[in-house]
């Protein structure tokens, strides 16, 4: 009986570990930032949220060019919480 019970709390705790992600949703896809002008770059801010249940840490984010820098929240995003992406992009 005892090990069943073991067994029983095991599987609960699997299950709970599994159903406990991050999960990011985003302000918005996509910064329209119009025309720009040589040397003077361009900012977008985008807020992401974690709709999840367990912390979200965002650790990459690979801009698609050289011009492009993005600075973003480093720490863990708790359930609920906000974090930001900062985007500039710079056609020097």
Known sequence: MLKRLYMLGMA?????AI???????V???VANMGE????MPGKASFVVENTGTSELLITQINPSC???TVE???TPIAPGET???E??????
Not at 87 to 92: K, L, S, T
């Open 12 to 16: 609960c705790l699997t299950a709970g």
């Open 19 to 25: 159903w406990a992600q991050p999960k990011l949703t």
């Open 27 to 29: 302000s918005r896809d």
């Open 36 to 39: 720009l002008m040589f040397k």
């Open 66 to 68: 050289g011009c492009t």
């Open 72 to 74: 973003w929240t480093q």
């Open 83 to 85: 974090g930001t992406i």
């Open 87 to 92: 985007v500039e992009y710079d056609a020097m």
